[in-house]
């Protein structure tokens, strides 16, 4: 892949731009459209050595173009080739009605293909082109392809995927390998694209990259060279206080192993001081379970405001076994002068008062980290989480902007917005991190690298690639505990 360009994330909309001023700058874009189908031949045949029969079901777009290409390079390597088409080939336009004229091979009419054990399927029936639901006939060959257990080599996209948002748009293949051209697409990171899409080759077809760079924007795959220019780095003159105070809220006294495991967490990122902020009910509970963190009894919105005169206590995560209710909304709003990961049941406890939070943090830099599951984005953001159109993405970004907050939702494809548009996709997380308490233990990770003075997007976006990084280093079986001493900065 080229170094470039390796996080960028193209849309299909801005990759037709990419493709439409590539040819404006006098291109030939037949030659892209050749290396694209030589680079797929070239996988499948290093895929598959083995294969029977290559079977290259081809679209009616430029997507059924690579098909053509890719079916010639295959039986010019001297392998056993079929080709089935969607769509009277007459009908193609330019470029893919050139590669079909290259190509040779007799064809049959998709409907014709019947699977034969060891044959290899060349997915080039839709591509960047897909915008409604696929035809019968495909969704057909997709079910007989699925039951035969054909494996499925996709160009660009398997079809049927929707590649700005990763849904399935009627059925789409489920792919081992996906070659794509340039960049990656939303659809190859977000779920359930990434799912079907196999392994993902990005090959460069040879577009000049400050043409692809023209339509590049902000949204990009999550890797440390997004944030790592920011991240804390502890010298000779560094000591405890140099490194941040991170405050964790902690619950009742039966709701506190929440809030520890965020400290613990906190700490092992390398905040220099952490303190539990703990009901004095449930200050022995604590204490009992604490060594490096430090307690402190704050029971009520006063108790909170002396705390505060403290300005060395910098940053706070507030929500993991708090509780719902009034007296979490009054200490989270206490906090909109501070840097701040709020989470779990200080999420819910805005669910009906969703504004209040954001015009509380409204004004400044940035400074709130909102980090909702699935379920808790819904509770703050219900017009945006039923909206069908719009992806991961688009729906990140618009609740960072409506909430002046950095953005964390999370899932196996966890997505970070801020609201100057920066976003990014994380892909390096574990399944096995869908376990009790690793949502309390990222809250902490990002509140340690705020009170360490990281800026809050990049804060967020390196807490979710830490913790994805621990969970793959902890493996499978993992606690939020054993996730704690698998942290590595
Ligand atoms: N990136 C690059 O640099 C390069 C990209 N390249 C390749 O180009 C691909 C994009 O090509 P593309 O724009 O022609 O779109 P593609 O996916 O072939 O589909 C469009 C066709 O499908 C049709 N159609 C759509 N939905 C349908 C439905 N549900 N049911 C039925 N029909 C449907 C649609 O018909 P229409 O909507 O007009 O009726 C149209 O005929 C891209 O994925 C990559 O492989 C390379 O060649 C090299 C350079
Ligand atoms: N299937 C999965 N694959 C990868 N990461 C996941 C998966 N499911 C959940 N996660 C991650 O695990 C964490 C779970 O957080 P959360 O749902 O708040 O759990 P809890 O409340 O138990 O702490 C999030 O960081 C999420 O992105
Ligand atoms: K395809």
């Given at each position: 892949m080229n170094k470039d360009c390796e996080n960028w994330l193209l849309t299909p909309a801005a990759m037709g731009?990419?493709?439409?001023?590539?040819a404006r700058s006098g291109m030939n874009s037949y030659g892209l459209m050749e290396k694209a189908g030589q680079a797929v031949s070239a996988a499948a045949l290093r895929l598959f050595p083995g294969a029977r029969r290559f079977v290259v079901l081809s679209g009616p777009g430029n997507n059924g173009g690579d098909g053509y290409v890719t079916a010639r390079a295959l039986s010019e390597a001297g392998a056993?080739?079929?080709?089935?088409?969607l769509g009277d080939p007459s009908r193609l336009k330019g470029d893919a009605a050139t590669a079909f004229a290259h190509c040779l091979l007799d064809g049959d009419d998709l409907d014709a293909y019947q699977p034969w054990a060891g044959d290899v399927v060349v997915d080039a029936i839709f591509g960047a082109g897909l915008d409604r639901p696929v035809p019968d006939t495909v969704r057909h060959v997709i079910e007989r392809v699925n039951v035969a257990s054909i494996p499925v080599i996709a160009v660009d996209l398997p079809s049927g995927l929707d590649g700005r948002t990763g849904r399935v748009l009627g059925a789409a293949f489920t792919a081992v390998h996906t070659v794509t051209f340039m960049t990656r697409k939303p659809a190859h990171v977000l779920l359930p694209g990434r799912r079907l899409c196999g392994s993902v080759e990005v090959y460069d077809i040879g577009v000049p990259m400050r043409i692809v760079a023209g339509e590049a924007g902000c949204v990009r795959v999550n890797s440390p060279s997004e944030w790592q220019y920011e991240f804390p780095s502890e010298g000779?003159?560094?000591?405890?206080?140099?490194r941040g105070h991170l405050t964790v809220f902690s619950g009742p006294a039966a709701a506190t192993g929440a809030a520890r495991l965020s400290a613990a967490a906190g700490l092992r990122i390398g905040a220099g001081l952490v303190t539990l902020a703990s009901p004095t009910a449930a200050?022995?509970?604590n204490a009992a379970q604490l060594?490096?963190?430090?307690?402190?009894?704050?029971?009520?919105?006063?108790?909170?405001a002396v705390y505060l005169d403290d300005p060395r206590h910098n940053a706070f995560v507030i929500g993991p076994g708090f509780g719902i209710g009034e007296r979490t909304r009054a200490f989270a709003l206490a906090l909109k002068d501070r840097l701040v990961v709020l989470d779990a049941d200080a999420i819910t406890s805005f669910r009906d008062e969703p504004n209040?939070?954001?015009n509380a943090f409204s004004g400044g830099d940035f400074r709130l980290v909102l980090t909702p599951h699935e379920g808790e984005f819904a509770r703050l953001f219900p017009d945006l989480a039923t909206d069908e159109r719009q992806s991961k993405i688009e729906r990140a970004l618009a609740a960072a902007v409506r909430a002046h907050a950095v953005i964390v939702y999370k899932g196996a494809d966890t997505v970070i917005a801020a609201p100057d548009g920066r976003v990014l996709v994380n892909d390096n997380a574990p399944a096995w991190l869908a376990t009790a308490g690793s949502g309390d233990v990222l809250a902490g990770m990002i509140g340690g690298l705020l009170a360490q003075g990281m800026p809050a997007f990049e804060a967020a976006a390196a807490g979710v690639f830490l913790h994805g990084k621990a969970g793959t280093a902890a493996g499978r079986g993992l606690t939020s505990e054993h996730l704690i001493t698998s942290i590595e900065r």
């Open positions: 731009r990419v493709d439409d001023a590539a056993a080739v079929s080709i089935f088409r000779l003159e560094s000591h405890k206080f140099s200050l022995e509970t060594t490096a963190v430090m307690l402190k009894a704050i029971d009520n919105p006063s108790d909170l209040a939070l954001f």
